[in-house]
């Protein structure tokens, strides 16, 4: 008993000081805040377990158990849905990569961002026809549209040439990107195109159920995530998949 009150403390308090951490490195989602959220549980087990036996107190360890255990169902089952949704880049043949938006800061591109840059530079470099759409309209504390500061990145820093570069700088969610994504590539294009998508590797699955439902036939990219919010991404999109599946997106 004692040895799984330790272990339930520690896991708990580990997920606090994750949330702790992040909240100051990351702009705020609900992904900050819920490695704490199943953490304040594990670590009130930690200390009330011996008096956890009867009444109130033992319904509460009960329904904490059930809950913690349709979490972990819940977390397998989308964890798989998100590793096995991406192909790897070199068996992709596309005419176009959209390139989905994530958050600016000011005018400066942040890690998240470079990275799926970084991932579509490298498919264009590798594939010379094919061409790139970024996408991403301006949000809060941003000092410009999320497509332009893309675009500055992979000509200054990637040394991709304008003239594959399409811009879609108006979209403030994922469908938008897709929907106005796709009607930007229509007028380029006179024929049928293959599209490719990059995104952060969480993203992938639930970003290509979002391109079908807007009439794209995509493969998903995937892009790696920064290493110290992959937890906080990881719990977050697993939300997003059930909030998606209660709305029968999927």
């Known amino acids: 008993m004692r040895m799984l009150r330790i272990v339930l403390f520690g896991i708990g308090a580990l997920l606090i000081a994750d ?5 100051t490195l990351s702009n705020f989602n609900l992904g900050v805040i819920l490695p704490a959220f199943f953490g304040v549980p594990l670590v009130l087990l930690g200390i009330l377990l011996p008096h956890m036996d009867k009444g109130i107190l033992c319904f509460l360890k009960w329904a904490a158990v059930t809950g913690y255990c349709m979490a972990g169902a819940i977390f397998v089952v989308c964890g798989i849905l998100m590793g096995t949704a991406a192909k ?3 068996e992709v043949k596309a005419d176009a990569v959209i390139v989905l938006g994530a958050a600016l800061h000011g005018d400066r591109v942040t890690w998240v961002l470079s990275n799926r840059l970084d991932t579509a530079a490298d498919y264009l470099d590798a594939h010379p026809d094919a061409i790139a759409v970024v996408s991403g309209g301006q949000g809060p504390g941003e000092d410009l549209p999320e497509a332009v500061g893309m675009q500055r990145y992979l ?3 990637r040394g991709i040439a304008p003239e594959r570069i399409l811009v879609e700088d108006q979209s403030e969610n994922t469908r938008e990107n897709f929907a106005f994504s796709k009607a930007l590539l229509e007028q380029t294009f006179d024929r049928p195109m293959r599209v490719a998508f990059v995104t952060t590797d969480f993203h992938v699955y ?3 159920r979002v391109a079908r439902a807007a009439g794209l036939d995509a493969v998903g990219i995937a892009a790696p995530d920064v290493w110290y919010i992959k ?8 939300v997003g998949i059930c909030v998606y599946a209660l709305r029968g997106q999927l």
């Open 19 to 23: 949330s702790l951490i992040v909240a």
């Open 88 to 90: 790897p880049a070199k």
């Open 231 to 238: 937890i906080n991404n990881f719990f977050r999109e697993c």
């Open 206 to 208: 639930r970003a290509g």
């Open 155 to 157: 000509i200054e820093r």
